[in-house]
């Protein structure tokens, strides 16, 4: 599975419509790949709060039209990032969206765990309330999006349902990279998938540097390919029987211990 990683810059002062057409062009020099990712929100930038309502439109809307036509002209999967979907009832999501290489979406996954913590998205976005994971021609996939990084059991229930690979995108700030470098990782070996994570860079309105380092781990925690700060495209060639193999060899799933009762959270005053 040959992966590009595209880590994109959303500077304040480029006009959105601008910054498609400028991604549509980092999306056609990855010719050839049979997955291109791409990160968080990078239409109007995580941190451009003010501007959701004006940036957020239905998944039948200008961006997911031009990225399906973007993954038919390459023949490839397609990881748009996220974008900020308008759903009929009026709400807003962090919406991921995957594209197969006939151009129709294959899989959606509205963000679970919005951020709170110096950022407004809990305060304008739905979280979702759906996990599930998609089989295609290049293994099954699931897909996170950046704060999910910090909540495992977002990740056991995709390998629950089958997750060979995880796709994540993100806008992760830089000042904490090593959180990034330590989630990306451990994720990939306690569920033994492929962790396959694009980060944004650049600084946005309101937000710090944010961290690149686009990574792609595999089910041992070996670090296949890291970018770094720049934009551009990380190239990365997967094995994609690697996930089997360390099921079988090291079978860690397969040891897990389903028949013990739950246990029941105990009251400060029962102890």
Known sequence: MRTALVQVASPQSEPGPERRERVAAMVADAAGADLVVLPELWLPGYFAFGSYP??????DGDTVTAAREWARRLGCHLHMGSVLERARDG?????????????EIAHTYRKIHVFGYRSREA???????RVAT???????????TCYDLRFPELYRALA???AESVVVCSAWPLVRLAHWRLFTSVRAVEEQVVLIACNAVGEQAGSGPLGGHSRVVDPWGEVLVEA??????TWCDVDTTVVAKARAEFPVLADRRLDLPVFRSTSAEEV
């Open 123 to 129: 305060e304008l976005l739905t979280p979702g309330d």
């Open 134 to 144: 998609v089989p295609t021609d290049l293994g099954r996939l699931g897909t996170t």
């Open 228 to 233: 770094g700060t720049d934009e551009g495209i």
């Open 160 to 162: 629950d349902q089958g």
């Open 91 to 103: 709400r807003l999501y962090n919406t991921a969206v995957l594209i197969g290489p006939d151009g």
């Open 54 to 59: 004006e940036f957020a439109e239905p998944l």
